[in-house]
């Protein structure tokens, strides 16, 4: 026997029984004899191998064990390397800065008119109401109310995560980054007005499901790292980038050349940014 076979058992191969053997077809089940080929590693029956002369891929060497469970099994087990992220707290921190010294400012001043001496606990009140109000504004229901989005993506070695859920890179097939331009044309001065659409993200699942997220900015210098991260995740799923945004079409025609991942690249209809949106 010029190859390896292994018998499946129930404990250690839940991710190998129930596939199906290429050849004939049959469900493969525990305690079968198994084969693996060491190119493609696809797995066979052992009678399906020999069938084959005990060949695949115009070679004859199989593997010496049985490949790990995806990577969901591996990933309970240890700690993920975040890889990229793209959260709203990291994009839109203004109101939860500023209202504390808003209001800081403003008991200092009914404090001062007083002229009570009272200007420390003036203030002091003012502050606290201020962290108060700055965080209520980050809790969601504020969120709600005033329209921002509250989507957060964050890139992880072995899966996605989108609004907390976890989408392993071997269920992903296609990922999609789209960012469209609007440009406006001013006849009368025959000026050019450009701004971002938001740009979203396409998710094509393997088992045939699609979800669309928009990205909670526009700003292109915050997009970047995740877009680096798209392009690293590449070596596990296809990604397509389709960019109006002159500036990120360079940058992802750069991925292209530097990456050997599956990624495509969407040719622009129009090229157009806005130096001071970036
Ligand atoms: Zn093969």
Redesign the pocket.
């Known amino acids: 026997m010029s190859y390896h076979s292994h018998t499946l058992n129930s404990v250690s191969h839940t991710h190998i029984i129930g596939r199906t053997d290429p050849i004939t077809g049959d469900t493969i089940k525990e305690n079968d004899s198994i084969v693996f080929?060491l190119?493609?590693q696809?797995c066979f029956l052992e009678e399906s191998w020999n069938y084959m002369n005990n060949r695949?891929?115009e070679q004859i060497q199989t593997l010496n064990f049985v490949p790990l469970p995806p990577p969901q099994l591996i990933a309970k087990k240890k700690e993920q390397k975040l890889i990229a992220e793209l959260k709203d707290s990291m994009i839109n921190p203004l109101p939860a800065l500023i209202l504390p010294f808003v209001f800081g400012f403003i008991s200092y001043y009914i404090a001062e008119s007083d002229k009570s001496g009272a200007v420390l606990i003036g203030t002091t009140i003012g502050l606290c109401l201020g962290v108060f109000i700055g965080w209520l504004s980050k809790t969601q229901v504020i969120k709600e109310f005033t329209g921002h989005k509250s989507t957060s993506f964050s890139i992880y070695e072995s899966y996605m995560e989108i609004e907390n859920v976890k989408f392993y890179w071997n269920e992903i097939e296609q990922i999609n980054f789209k960012r469209t331009m609007l440009v406006e044309f001013d006849d009368r001065y025959g000026t050019k007005k450009a701004s971002s659409h938001y740009p979203s993200l396409e998710i094509y699942l393997n088992n045939g499901e699609f979800l669309e997220r928009e990205l909670p900015t526009t700003n292109y210098p915050k997009i970047k790292p995740f877009l680096f991260g798209l392009a690293w995740a590449s070596q596990f799923t296809s990604i397509f980038f389709y960019t109006e945004h002159e500036k990120e079409y360079g940058l992802v025609q750069s991925f292209d050349r530097n990456y050997k991942g599956t990624i495509k690249i969407g040719v622009p209809t129009q090229l157009a940014y806005n130096p001071e949106e970036n």
């Open positions: 080929c190119v493609c696809s695949h891929c």
